[in-house]
């Protein structure tokens, strides 16, 4: 299989608990980025990474969530502190970034809920 | 004012039916515009992309663009139930970020 994978796919946390998640794009892909979706919502941009560089970063963002994308290929999502306003769907997508080409691959997204 | 609005749904239409699904965008200097289907549960799954004025077709689906009137939209021809879905439309915008609209709930009706 070749897509966009993330794991877990599934994860129940306690408020106050850190979580962190796995996204592992298309091999070829050097932009990988991290959406975060409520139910009825559009996917939301957290972040991106242009290879090992993280480029723009939501301001929507808090203190409490940091990506990392190491040698630029995985890329993890930590979430501090976690909040039950923190429950979403997180999705992870890649594309092969140049001038004219933009196409995001989704991964199956990681479900989280705080209780 | 949104960045990125779709028509409101949810969108009824009979099987074998046109639908036709529209968004519209605030950022005058965006370039790249996509389609995205997806199913309740599940990721979005990329369909159509789009960067030219005029019609793009691929199958049953066909977008449409039109950059003065900052307008998109998709048609998707002799629908089935298997299109029932929620479609969201997603824009790359002149500084570089790719926005998505809330998106809008098709019913295909058998």
């Known amino acids: 299989d070749t897509g966009v994978s993330q794991d877990p796919r599934h994860k129940i946390t306690k408020r106050g608990q850190n979580v962190t998640f796995r996204c592992d794009p298309i091999?070829?892909?050097?932009?990988l980025y991290w959406y975060r979706q409520t139910l009825g919502q559009g996917p939301e941009f957290l972040t991106y990474?242009?290879?090992?560089?993280?480029?723009?970063k939501s301001r929507l963002l808090s203190d409490r969530f940091s990506a990392e994308r190491p040698k630029g290929s995985f890329s993890t999502l930590e979430i501090q502190r976690t909040e039950q306003g923190d429950s979403a769907m997180y999705l992870c997508?890649?594309?092969?970034?140049?001038?004219?080409?933009?196409?995001?691959?989704f991964g199956p997204g990681t479900r989280l809920t705080v209780t | 004012q949104k960045e990125v609005e779709q028509n409101s749904g949810p969108l009824s239409v009979p099987e074998g039916a046109i639908a036709s699904l529209n968004c519209t965008y605030s950022d005058r200097g965006s370039q790249s515009f996509f389609w995205y289907r997806q199913y309740s549960g599940k990721s979005p799954e990329l369909i159509m992309f789009?960067?030219?004025?005029g019609d793009k077709e691929d199958g049953r689906f066909t977008a449409q663009l039109n950059k003065a009137s900052q307008y998109v939209s998709l048609l998707i021809r002799d629908s089935q139930p298997s299109d029932s879905a929620t479609y969201l439309c997603?824009?790359?915008?002149?500084?570089?970020?790719?926005?998505f609209g809330p998106g809008t709930s098709l019913s295909v009706i058998p």
């Open positions: 789009i960067y030219s004025n």
């Open positions: 997603a824009v790359k915008t002149s500084y570089d970020k790719v926005i």
């Open positions: 091999s070829e892909h050097n932009r």
């Open positions: 990474f242009q290879n090992e560089a993280q480029l723009e």
């Open positions: 997508a890649s594309s092969f970034g140049t001038v004219s080409s933009y196409e995001q691959y």
